[in-house]
């Protein structure tokens, strides 16, 4: 509380009570500023200090007045610029959205324009082109094609092939009311090529399903699908890979020890249903998303017991140790001859080295042990290989950018023929590699499983 | 302001002078407040007035201030112990050995003050100190006060 001249004026003149007086010696006690005030005061009891104080209090009045206005030239401007730019960004946002909203909303009118006079049937032949996202990992097969089987209801024209190199989008022509469907290991994606829906005339919003009763222009035809192919998209992936839409997404945290309870990096992690895989980070924690409230997983980490664990989503951390493999024990991590006779069990630790002639600037951001690990559990080499035990090597170049992005791999001097696409894979969906002196550096590195 | 003028008579004991040093000091309170970040304006307005006032004094031709330092502010907010519920009881026992230590006048004069809420005058007249010691027995008895509540704290963590 802040006391006035007239409080310690009184104060001193003895007219306050002794509870007040009491008061203000507290408040005194507390605070200095106070304390000399009152000690100003009391040292001018006797001369008049009232006058001068009322004038001084005038002229702080007129100044404040002033000050209102002054301070508009320093502060106020500052607050200007920023809202004026904040203003600029937000126009340039906005005229942004005007320019690509424009396209889309020219279909509707167009849409209900045409539907109208026109009662396309089912029957009449009017290709359309569609695309359909498939998403991926898609499984290979020998020769490295993916396997993907794209058809319609009504009949394929022209060819089917992903519209670019490994890519997901496939495109086919067909007719209108069709139903096209990729079909790949994992999962089937369909989608209505026309809904043939009768559009009522009074709405004027772009439903999800494609209708494309005319021949559009290729432009809005494009947009309209892209629009049906986002719902489809994200009902595929939340389901990680069924065709059934979600209602509840669940969340699972999960983490792999091994028996004594240190945590097993890069872990291979299979979801059996779903044949969804992934692996886990370098502190070996991994989440899943799903619509179920249990996932049955398989875990597997090289010089481990694989085991089968039940995933629940209400447990924050799903704890999965695994038991020391006793039978690999034996089993040397580079294999040099295959020993004939050996079980199923294949116990592949492939190695990765950096070859001398390559440049020390590169290497896993998590240390080459554990991308040593994330190999070992996470390869897939192909079925040939498998099958046969075979062992050998490849030598692996990619370059990695300073932020740790890899991009141009390559396989060279290897007899595995499916390889490229394998060490591809692994390297794309592995841990992040590091660049010491930040120059992009291009990397060598020999595989040997 | 009106504490701003109270320290200005203090220093100068002239009306007049102090009423000039009052716009003055606001004028450069404005400017201040602008280029520093002030967490106790209170203090840090104090300690701006009664340096202005002494600078005045030492030579009036020379209107410069000294660049304040507003961290170096003591603030006087905290100096009130930490009452959680539960140490409650564990404080109020410390504070009453702290009273036992006292020197017999502080210990009279903070009696009367603090747990019987009386003035410097009434106290005064009960003790028969004269008024600045009765002022003088209370500000060192809660300075020693706090002191001893301190090191006891610091022997219980």
Not at chain 1, 404 to 413: E, F, L, P, Q, T
Request: proline share 5%; with cysteine.
């Amino acid at each position: 509380m802040n006391y006035s001249a007239n409080d310690i004026d009184a104060y001193l003149k003895g007219r306050l009570s002794p509870a007040l007086m009491h008061a203000m010696e507290k408040a005194a006690l507390d605070d200095p500023f106070l304390a000399e005030a009152m000690e100003g005061y009391a040292g001018m009891q006797d001369v008049d200090w009232k006058t001068a104080l009322e004038k001084a209090r005038i002229a702080l009045q007129e100044k404040n007045n002033e000050a209102n206005i002054i301070p508009f030239n320093q502060t106020k401007f500052r607050w200007l610029k920023t809202a004026a730019a904040i203003l600029v960004i937000i126009a340039g946002t906005a005229l942004t959205y005007y320019l690509t909203r424009e396209k889309s909303s020219t279909i509707a009118p167009q849409e209900i324009a045409q539907q109208i006079p026109v009662n396309k049937t089912p029957d009449s032949i009017d290709p359309s082109t569609i695309k359909l996202n498939v998403p991926r990992p898609l499984k290979t097969n020998d020769s490295g094609n993916e396997l993907v089987t794209v058809s319609t209801n009504k009949g394929l024209k022209g060819s089917v092939k992903p519209t670019q190199i490994n890519s997901n989008v496939y495109t086919i022509t067909t007719q209108n009311g069709a139903t096209a469907t990729a079909t790949t290991n994992e999962l089937t994606v369909k989608q209505d090529v026309a809904a043939n829906k009768p559009v009522p005339p009074a709405s004027n919003t772009i439903t999800p399903v494609v209708t494309v009763p005319f021949p559009l222009s290729a432009e809005s035809k494009q947009i309209a699908v892209n629009e049906a192919e986002q719902v489809k998209k994200t009902t595929a992936y939340r389901a990680m890979g069924n065709n059934k839409t979600v209602t509840a997404n669940r969340y699972f945290g999960a983490k792999v020890l091994g028996p004594d309870n240190s945590p097993l990096p890069f872990a291979n992690v299979n979801v059996k249903n779903e044949n969804f895989g992934t692996y886990a980070d370098a502190s070996g924690n991994f989440r899943l998303v799903s619509a179920d409230t249990v996932i049955t997983v398989e875990v597997k980490s090289v010089g481990y017991e694989s085991r089968t664990f039940n995933l629940r989503s209400n447990t924050p951390v799903n704890t999965i140790v695994l038991k020391e493999d006793a039978a690999l024990v034996k089993t040397t991590t580079m294999p040099t001859n295959p020993k004939m006779g050996e079980t199923a069990n294949r116990t592949y630790s492939p190695r990765i080295r950096m070859l001398k002639d390559s440049v020390y600037n590169v290497e896993p951001a998590d240390g080459w042990d554990k991308y040593n690990t994330y190999i070992a559990n996470n390869l897939e080499l192909p079925e040939m290989i498998l099958d046969k035990e075979a062992h050998g090597e490849m030598l692996i170049s990619f370059d990695v950018k300073p932020n740790g992005a890899i991009s141009n791999i390559k396989v060279n001097d290897t007899d595995c023929g499916n390889c490229e696409a394998i060490a591809k894979k692994l390297l794309e969906k592995g841990p992040q590699w590091k660049v010491k002196n930040g120059k992009k550096t291009s990397a060598k590195i020999k595989l040997q499983y | 302001m009106d504490l701003v003028f109270g320290v200005c008579l203090k220093y100068f004991k002239e009306p007049e002078r102090s009423k000039d040093a009052v716009m003055d000091i606001f004028t450069e309170l404005y400017t201040k407040l602008l280029q520093h970040e002030v967490d106790n304006f209170k203090g840090w307005l104090h300690v701006l007035a009664r340096n202005y006032c002494l600078m005045q004094l030492r030579s009036p031709r020379n209107l410069k201030t000294t660049e304040l330092n507003p961290g170096f502010m003591h603030s006087e907010q905290n100096t009130h112990l930490n009452g959680e519920a539960f140490e409650k009881e564990e404080h109020l026992t410390q504070l009453a050995q702290c009273m036992e230590g006292l020197p017999a006048e502080q210990k009279q004069t903070v009696e009367l003050f603090y747990l019987q809420q009386k003035c410097y005058n009434e106290i005064a007249s009960i003790t028969g100190f004269e008024w600045n010691k009765v002022r003088s027995y209370i500000q060192n008895g809660k300075r020693n006060l706090k002191l001893c509540m301190e090191e006891k704290q610091i022997n219980f963590d």
